[in-house]
């Protein structure tokens, strides 16, 4: 459970529910003494209490003198803990949509809020396999691809290579490979990441699905570059290079893409 200051409600992680704070209300007048805060203030919002302000959006990140920092405890994404991946407080890429059911939105994190394209779909929370949809969410980055001949993101926090002529990508849930990297050529149905166009030069693979993948439920959700004139995607999000090179390069390995359905 996230302590907060006296009076501010506080989530319980058991029940996933905001429950009023019934600690009491420090007494007028009396010192906080957190860390040598000082303040002598009724319900001091401090950083040891984790009296964070949620932001009205519903993004969970939170606000500091009217700017967005995009820092949370991952948690408030609806999930404890991912295999192979341990976050306290993480770096959240918010995308929705610019109205419900829309195939366009918003990618904002910190210090940016950039156009994006979504699913043809628009976005779901129960996303099925073709359905064009993007899925609804938090999804860490697992890792970036790129094509080394057209393009150097430079050095980047998160593991990366280049994409091979042979890379491909598994989206036949018949495939016992379903939803991972696969080496071409196969005889499932998949995607070819090695493509004549340019929305594959940079990609952001997200943790959707994959823990173990499961059939039926999507794959390949990916940021990648979006079309000239910004058209939906089948599932996946898609930023203008020059906004997805930005957010690559100030990505860490505590980063998560939160997808809300607007």
């Known amino acids: 459970r996230v302590r907060s200051a006296a009076g501010v409600p506080h989530m319980d992680h058991v029940t996933r529910e905001f429950l009023p704070d019934r600690r009491g209300e420090r007494a007028a007048g009396e010192t906080c003494r ?79 809020r950039v156009r994006c394209a979504l699913g043809r779909g628009g976005v779901r929370t129960r996303k099925r396999e073709g359905d064009g949809a993007t899925p609804a969410g938090c999804w860490p980055v697992r890792r970036v691809l790129y094509r080394a001949d057209r393009l150097d993101p430079g050095p980047l926090a998160l593991p990366s290579r280049g994409i091979r002529i042979h890379d491909g990508w598994s989206d036949d849930p018949r495939d016992p490979r379903y939803n991972r990297a696969v080496r071409l050529p196969t005889s499932f149905g998949h995607e070819r990441l090695w493509r004549t166009d340019r929305l594959y030069d940079l990609i952001l693979v997200l943790g959707y699905n994959d823990a173990p993948p499961v059939a039926e439920l999507g794959s390949a959700i990916f940021l990648h570059r979006a079309r000239d004139d910004l058209a939906p995607t089948e599932g996946c999000v898609a930023l203008e290079m020059g906004d997805l090179l930005r957010m690559v390069r100030s990505l860490s390995a505590r980063s998560l893409v939160r997808v809300r359905k607007g």
């Open 34 to 112: 957190s860390r040598g805060c000082g303040r002598r203030a009724r319900g001091c919002r401090c950083d040891d209490d984790r009296a964070r302000q949620v932001s009205g959006d519903g993004s969970g990140a939170t606000r500091s003198g009217g700017r967005f920092f995009g820092l949370i405890d991952a948690r408030l994404c609806g999930f404890r803990s991912l295999p192979g991946w341990t976050y306290n407080r993480a770096m959240i890429i918010d995308v929705s949509p610019s109205r419900s059911g829309a195939v366009h939105g918003w990618c904002r994190w910190p210090g940016e």
